[in-house]
């Protein structure tokens, strides 16, 4: 995935939400921050998501559909000593 990519095309290269196991999406500005907008509000913002942090995205399956939630938000300062 390049710097260009969509958030849409992010999704689709790790198979989301249809994964057969817990994945881990690594990258940069813009598209983490459209990635996460797309997931939580349902339409592709700019959204500014700060260096090193580790966003915990989750979904699960319900009657009507999907349910996205954001299970937690990790800055860097959580793993030091």
Not at 17 to 29: E, L, R
Not at 61 to 68: I, K, T
Request: charged share 15%.
């Amino acid at each position: 995935i390049g710097p260009s990519a969509s958030a849409l095309e992010v999704l689709n290269a790790v198979s989301w939400p249809d994964a057969k196991t817990p994945v881990m999406v690594v990258g940069h500005q813009p598209w983490l921050g459209q990635v996460a907008s797309l997931l939580l509000s349902g339409t592709e913002q700019h959204w500014t998501i700060k260096k090193s942090n580790a966003w915990w995205i989750s979904h699960r399956q319900r009657e009507y559909g999907n349910e996205v939630f954001l299970k937690a938000v990790l800055a860097p300062e959580f793993f030091s000593d």
